[in-house]
């Protein structure tokens, strides 16, 4: 899970913690404490708070458009020669 603090830094109180896949909107920053990337955010159910940018995704990470600028998020990722897991 991904804390949601009170203010930008690890030493801010934890309000919350976020699950994988939970939706947020970014409301403030960047800001920079504790050699991260803080991010304010306001949370489906009106929580709001600082997050480390480290910890983010943008959208839905299964939907690109060719031409898109996009990084691995989560690697190793292996580069197929086909469309399946079946690729070499």
Same mark, same amino acid.
């Given at each position: 899970p991904l804390n949601l603090r009170?203010?930008?830094?690890? +030493?801010? +109180?934890?309000?919350?913690?976020l699950q %994988?896949?939970?939706? $947020?909107? #970014?409301?403030d920053g960047p800001e920079s404490a504790d050699d991260y990337t803080w991010y304010e #955010?306001?949370?489906e159910g009106d929580d709001s708070g600082w997050v480390a940018g480290e910890f983010l995704a943008v959208g839905d990470a299964a939907?690109?458009? !060719?031409?898109?600028? $996009? %990084? #691995? !998020? +989560?690697g190793p990722l292996n580069v197929r020669d086909d469309s399946s897991l079946d690729g070499d």
């Open positions: 009170e203010a930008a830094g690890t +030493d801010a +109180d934890v309000l919350l913690e %994988s896949g939970t939706l $947020v909107t #970014v409301t #955010v306001a949370t939907i690109f458009s !060719a031409g898109d600028e $996009v %990084s #691995v !998020a +989560d």
